[in-house]
């Protein structure tokens, strides 16, 4: 099992250009998750499916949108890019079930807009 | 705003040390997880402890609960420079639904061989 994929591992965006980045996982999980990792800050949630066809806003999800696109795969889309937008982005996945809370976290899309 | 937070931020210990991180939280939490990350890679969970544990453990980890405190501490026996990583405590709290799980800030451990 491969996981939890994410692409790209790097990318660079000038402002105001928009990308996607990519997540999928192979564990039949049911909720998925999008969070962004800046120094002195940890982990902060951006967004989360919770089930196939349910997306719910975390704690910093201006500027973001997503699409669950099927049980696999979660995108996390930039429409505008602002350099705020600069830090490394982790998906993640768990079961779903409230027996099990841990969360399966994917390499990371290190962004840097300039 | 983030439930839990770390302390110390930055530890450095020799290798076979044993190595505590302290987990403080604001809220009533379901349970408490602890992670690490290596550099440059993602997380990856290395123990839960529910609201009514005290104690777990796990291989060199051992981790405790203390809800009337609302802090928990993991202890890492024997420190090997594998161990060198953040560790990041996350809760789900009551209110937050057992979907959210917050992260703290991260305690940076460097075991030096």
């Known amino acids: 099992n491969a996981g939890v994929t994410q692409t790209p591992k790097f990318q660079v965006l000038k402002t105001g250009q928009s990308m996607t980045l990519q997540c999928a996982q192979d564990m039949n999980h049911n909720s998925m998750y999008w969070y962004r990792q800046d120094p002195g800050m940890g982990l902060r949630l951006i967004y989360y499916?919770?089930?196939?066809?349910?997306?719910d806003k975390g704690e910093v999800p201006n500027g973001y949108n997503v699409s669950r696109l099927n049980k696999r795969e979660f995108s996390l889309r930039l429409e505008s890019a602002a350099p705020s937008q600069t830090s490394v982005y982790f998906c993640?996945?768990?079961?779903?079930?409230?027996?099990?809370?841990?969360?399966?976290f994917g390499p990371g899309t290190r962004l840097t807009v300039t | 705003s983030q439930q839990g937070e770390e302390d110390p931020q930055a530890l450095s210990i020799q290798e076979g040390e044993n190595a505590t991180m302290n987990c403080s939280y604001k809220t009533s939490i379901n349970n408490l997880q602890w992670y690490r990350q290596n550099s440059g890679r993602g997380l990856v969970h290395l123990i839960l402890?529910?609201?009514?544990?005290r104690e777990k453990h796990s291989g060199r980890l051992r981790v405790t609960l203390d809800t009337s405190k609302k802090s928990s501490s993991l202890l890492i026996t024997a420190s090997r420079a594998a161990d060198t990583a953040s560790y990041f405590c996350?809760?789900?709290?009551?209110?937050?639904?057992?979907?959210?799980?917050?992260f703290g800030i991260g305690t940076k451990l460097q075991v030096i061989p």
């Open positions: 996350a809760t789900d709290g009551e209110r937050g639904g057992y979907q959210k799980v917050t």
């Open positions: 993640a996945s768990s079961t779903g079930t409230s027996g099990s809370r841990e969360q399966y």
């Open positions: 402890i529910r609201s009514n544990e």
């Open positions: 499916s919770a089930s196939e066809g349910t997306t």
